[in-house]
């Protein structure tokens, strides 16, 4: 059997979804981080490396999609990115109300030089674009460098 138990053997897409350099200071979100293709693949794994930049350090990641293929398609006055969400559920029985949280991911260091995959995602095929923003969220006076490589999966693998 291939990858992900199909055959014939399909290859992982990877994709650079940021360049190793330093978080912005002060706890500031990435400004403008790149954008990915996902081609309405079916899912994606996140391979982080993260530096610290001191005792304490940690990073924040920030998954943003885009339901259009290009600039040009966002209605005038619409946003073109959608940061992910948490849902959490009313109490039942009876009418509730629940609430939906941004989402972002917090990974504190444990060493020096940190590697972690987060994913898989399910994009389910209906994600054609997203970006991953960052920030240091530990010591935000001093920032750590981060390096993500996304790894997308064929839809129904």
Do not use: K
């Not at 291939?2 to 290859?11: T, Y």
Request: with cysteine.
């Amino acid at each position: 059997m291939g990858a992900l138990g199909v055959w014939p053997p399909q290859r992982l897409i990877r994709q650079t979804a940021r360049a190793l350099a330093i978080l912005p200071p002060a706890g500031a979100y990435d400004a403008a981080p790149l954008e990915l293709e996902s081609g309405l693949l079916g899912w994606v794994t996140f391979g982080v490396t993260y530096i610290r930049g001191a005792v304490g350090g940690a990073v924040d990641l920030m998954i943003e999609t885009s339901p259009y293929n290009l600039v040009g398609e966002v209605p005038a006055g619409a946003q073109e990115w959608f940061t992910s969400t948490l849902y959490i559920a009313g109490a039942a029985p009876g009418p509730v109300g629940s609430d939906i949280y941004e989402e972002f991911i917090t990974y504190t260091s444990t060493a020096a030089t940190n590697a972690i995959s987060y994913g898989p995602i399910r994009l389910g095929g209906t994600i054609p674009r997203l970006r991953v923003s960052c920030r240091e969220s530990g010591v935000a006076l001093t920032p750590g460098t981060c390096h993500i490589t996304a790894y997308f999966a064929p839809y129904g693998a």
